[in-house]
């Protein structure tokens, strides 16, 4: 008994490996107005690549979100305490 592989499930394969290695931008506006006065203004844009494509055109975004990773959240907690402790220093000079 031989087994056959479908040809569209590797044409699939191939589309995505191309996506995620080139990337796809993706970008569309609405706006909402009444009588030529924008009321509302949505700009959409979307990319489908792979994180070194990514990486590779700079959007490297995600490194640097506290919520998304926790050496950036270890980062912008020391520069806070750093910034508190300024100020505290400031404070309790002022007082003399």
């Keep these: 008994m031989s087994i056959e592989q479908s040809s569209q499930s590797n044409s699939l394969v191939d589309v995505l ?5 080139k990337g796809v931008v993706i970008a569309g506006d609405i706006r909402v107005g009444i009588a030529d006065i924008e009321l509302l203004s949505i ?4 990319i489908v690549a792979s994180v070194d ?10 490194e640097t979100d506290p919520y998304l990773n926790s050496k950036a959240s ?10 508190m ?10 007082l003399g």
Aim: glycine share 2%.
């Design 17 to 21: 490996e191309t996506v995620l290695d």
């Design 43 to 46: 700009k959409i844009r979307l």
């Design 53 to 62: 494509k990514a990486k590779e055109i700079g959007m490297d975004w995600w």
């Design 74 to 83: 270890q980062d912008k907690l020391r520069e806070e305490n750093e910034s």
């Design 85 to 94: 402790q300024k100020r505290l220093e400031e404070l309790e000079n002022r």
